[in-house]
């Protein structure tokens, strides 16, 4: 069975750090474009961050998290996270990683539905 598993969300104030996890099982996603998206309460889903496959490693973030999120991969681990920094209270939302074995991060934020495989969230809050 294909599944992909988040972890790593919590609380933590403004300003601070957290790093997400997307956890791959039944597949490698060493062949697979990985995308994170999020969805805060009465929002649409957003496209946060994407990472095409090993073979081509390109990042894509969107301008409201450039230079303080990064997307990376452990093969090792099969394993994508999101080190998320500088966190403000608007970051708050559900997070989840999709991921498909086409590739997809080109327009990822436009298409969300492009991407086959997802998991059920980690919930991020960013309060004081």
């Known amino acids: 069975q294909l599944q992909l598993v988040e972890s790593g969300g919590g609380w933590v104030q403004p300003g601070g750090s957290l790093r997400l996890s997307c956890a791959a099982s039944g597949f490698s996603l060493d062949y697979y474009d990985v995308a994170w998206y999020r969805q805060a309460p009465g929002k649409e889903r957003e496209g946060v961050s994407c990472?095409?496959?090993?073979?081509?490693?390109?990042?894509y973030y969107v301008d409201s998290v450039k230079g303080r999120f990064t997307i990376s991969r452990d093969k090792a681990k099969n394993t994508v996270f999101l080190e998320m920094n500088a966190l403000k209270p608007e970051d708050t939302a559900v997070y989840y990683c999709?991921?498909?074995?086409?590739?997809?991060?080109?327009?990822?934020?436009?298409?969300?539905?492009?991407?086959?495989?997802w998991g059920r969230g980690a919930l991020v809050t960013v309060s004081s």
């Open positions: 990472l095409s496959n090993s073979h081509v490693e390109t990042t």
């Open positions: 999709a991921a498909d074995h086409m590739p997809r991060c080109r327009y990822f934020d436009y298409h969300p539905h492009n991407f086959d495989l």
